[in-house]
């Protein structure tokens, strides 16, 4: 095992009362060998123990993990969202194969994670206790196990563990950030990055705007958006965008959209270059958009930046 391959983790993992692991925190970790200084097991051991309201038990544990081998437990792929989250390692840079299988079905609370067999069974003394059931998911708020440093997110919901946010990225309250996806440099999210999807800096995701990942019909391409790109409101993608692009409002562009190349020459029947969006995937200096007599999606060459963000936004 080499070790730039490697994360280590100290933290706390949650038993539930039938021996279910829900989750594990890791509040120390690293990339490559374990420094001999780091917290151990034994550091942790006085926030270990059970908490009756949720009939859980808390537990230290210490981990060391492959980047390249497959996740062998839940502790295990808990360790891999944190290395994600605090930009140990890059998305769609670590295997990632068959972790939903140890992932459980969670009722996560205000207090914490616990089985949703107990959630409904406690119900009353959970209400007494003050204690909200806030989601069912397998996947937990980033928020809840990771502040980035420099990040603004204004609805931590809609925000996984395992996203990769960069410092001087906003996540606006409609924006929404999967695991293993996020921002490569300071970019505005008002819309939806799917998983295995990375945008580059200086990047704008409009309102309502969607990118289509790998876990919602996307194939196996893995969309990725470039430095200083605007993907307009309400807009959305199948292919990856290169920089200074811009998709207009509304505009949907996927793999085998026929469009229209409106700023290259006419063959000798006058007809314009037709090509599938899968042709133009990548390219920098594009905008695409729709003609508004007769609806055709058309790409055109276009010069300079694509957008600039406000930069006291996102200091």
Not at 139 to 147: A, N, Q, S
Not at 159 to 167: H, W
Request: proline letters at 4%; glycine letters at 14%.
């Amino acid at each position: 095992m080499t070790h730039a391959r490697t994360v280590w983790g100290t933290g706390l993992t949650t038993i539930a009362s039938d021996g279910t692991i829900l989750d594990a925190w890791f509040p120390s970790l690293g990339r490559g060998a374990r420094p001999a200084d780091a917290t151990s097991a034994a550091d942790l051991q006085s926030d270990a123990g059970a908490d009756e309201r949720r009939r859980i038990t808390l537990q230290a544990i210490e981990l060391e993990i492959d980047l390249d081998a497959p996740a062998s437990s839940t502790a295990d792929v808990y360790l891999r969202l944190h290395a994600l989250s605090h930009l140990l390692v890059r998305p769609n840079e670590l295997n990632l194969d068959g972790i939903f299988g140890f992932l459980p079905n969670v009722a996560w609370t205000s207090a914490g994670p616990m089985l949703p067999s107990d959630a409904a069974l406690l119900r009353p003394a959970l209400q007494r206790a003050g204690i909200q059931v806030q989601g069912l998911d397998k996947f937990p708020r980033l928020t809840d196990y990771v502040l980035p440093e420099g990040v603004r997110i204004a609805d931590a919901s809609r925000v996984r563990l395992g996203a990769y946010l960069s410092p001087g990225t906003t996540v606006m309250h409609e924006g929404f950030v999967n695991f293993n996806a996020g921002t490569l440099g300071a970019s505005m999210v008002e819309g939806r990055i799917s998983q295995g999807v990375v945008v580059g800096d200086g990047s704008d995701i409009g309102g309502g705007a969607s990118i289509m990942g790998t876990l919602s019909g996307g194939g196996s391409h893995r969309v990725a958006i470039g430095a200083r790109t605007l993907l307009g409101a309400n807009a959305g993608i199948g292919i990856s965008l290169g920089d200074d692009c811009v998709v207009e409002a509304g505009l949907y562009v996927t793999a085998g959209s026929k469009i229209i190349r409106a700023d290259e020459a006419p063959d000798a029947t006058g007809a314009l270059p037709i090509v599938k969006g899968a042709d133009l995937s990548g390219e920098n200096g594009l905008l695409y958009r729709r003609n508004s007599l007769t609806g055709a999606v058309e790409a055109v060459r276009r010069a300079g930046v694509g957008v600039t963000l406000n930069e006291a936004l996102h200091a």
